[in-house]
């Protein structure tokens, strides 16, 4: 009996560990682009995070040799602070979030999270800290109790409840025809793109990581629903450090800090009172954008 169930407990594992790891990929993909390239150092540690300061020092990386992509990059994230990058199309936004997961290596300078440089520490220990709130959070054929307790296998039901709460999709969850075992996913029920959101707010709670990578939701939720997860999302990063990669100007005036990327070059930064008053870059792409915005109305 020992002999039969031990292997299946085994492949159960397994299993679990490879959907994990499928959700992971797929679920990063967007932001992070591609699946980890690099391999832990034979003596790398478990990353400790005392407050969750991020810091890139001069950082340059191409993928490949010929093209560099960021040309020099220097950021300082203080423990707690929320900063917005923002930026034209392929100016690098998400390559910095790939680079802060280390799913690439930095071509020359550093990226250092509490004084630990990302290359010696382990990757899960890394992965486990930061949390990621894609555009589109990916769900599971199972149902929404599981989707949100993804990655938190231990979690309670009073946890997953909190999480849904916090998340504002517990009431949505209750009307469902089974509330919290209803089937969703594609062979279950569909759930539209800000439900999703919260589902993937609600899951990244449950982690709880002390930094989170915000990557702007840019596809079409409606002015309304985009407005509330946008307090979702703010909301869930008090008292985190936050990166946001933001596609839209107008969800960034709050956040402590505001970087504008360009052609892999930081060329402004400052908060979004300084930006204007310094009526640059920022300054051009927001009165752009106001008025784009003021046209659609
Ligand atoms: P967007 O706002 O459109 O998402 P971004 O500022 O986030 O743009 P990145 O995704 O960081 O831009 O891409 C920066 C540049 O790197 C782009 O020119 C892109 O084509 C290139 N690039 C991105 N991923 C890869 C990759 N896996 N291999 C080669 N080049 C890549």
Redesign the pocket.
Known sequence: MIQITMPLNFLGTVYREIRQALVDMSEMFDLL??PAEVQDKPDASEIKVTGGHVRLDGVEFG??AA?P?LKGVSLDVPAGQNVAIV????????????LLFRFYDVGAGSLTIDGQDVRDVTQDSLHSVIGVVPQDTVLFNDTIRYNIAYGREDATFAEIEAAAKAAKIHDFILDLPEGYDTAVGERGLKLSGGEKQRVGIARTLLKNPPILLLDEATSALDTETEADIQASLEEMAEGRTTIT?A?RLSTVADADRIVV?EH?VVVEEGTHGELLERDGRYASLWHRQQAEDAEAA
């Open positions: 682009g591609q993928y490949d093209r992509i930026g034209p199309s392929g100016s690098g936004k998400s390559t910095i979030g790939r990669i596609h990327l892999g």
